[in-house]
């Protein structure tokens, strides 16, 4: 008999675990929630545990990832198929930018969960503090608490 074991709403998921989950476009601590709500917009709060994530700062990483992962990927087929075959020059300018479209757009949304996830396991941010409760209806208060590593700088603003 196997037994899951769940998250407790005071304890943190390993990095991992939690990047998977990411991956998989579900909330890194209890894994039930969605993590997105559009292609690449980020929900405010999971739905299953409260988590919030309206402070992360994925930013420009997944990108960077995801043109560093399909670049190589791509870049390395291109290379074997025109030093080991003679195919026509229209079928390469034809072919790979769909090829290289394709995989960068299946790969963006799972790579920025991925990264949500690194930062919900590291604690950075807002995912210093965790949910308190596991009840569904979520509580929203007017003020966005900061975690201790959200501090404002003079002159810049939020960081």
Known sequence: ??????????????????MARGFLCRCPHCGEGKLFGKFLKVRPACDACGLEFHHHRADDLPP??????IG?????FILELET????PLWF???FWPI???GSALALLQPVKGAVVGLQYALGMGGFATLPTGTS???????????GPS???TPGLGRL
Do not use: C, W
């Open 72 to 76: 190589h990927i791509v870049g390395y």
């Open 92 to 94: 390469q300018l034809s």
């Open 1 to 18: 008999m196997t037994e899951s074991v769940e998250t407790l709403p005071g304890e943190r998921v390993g990095l991992v675990k939690s």
């Open 136 to 146: 569904v209806a979520i509580a929203r208060s007017e003020e966005v608490q900061l």
């Open 64 to 69: 960077y990832v995801v043109i560093f992962i």
């Open 99 to 101: 090829v290289t479209l």
């Open 150 to 152: 959200d501090n404002s």
């Open 84 to 87: 080991n075959y003679d195919v």
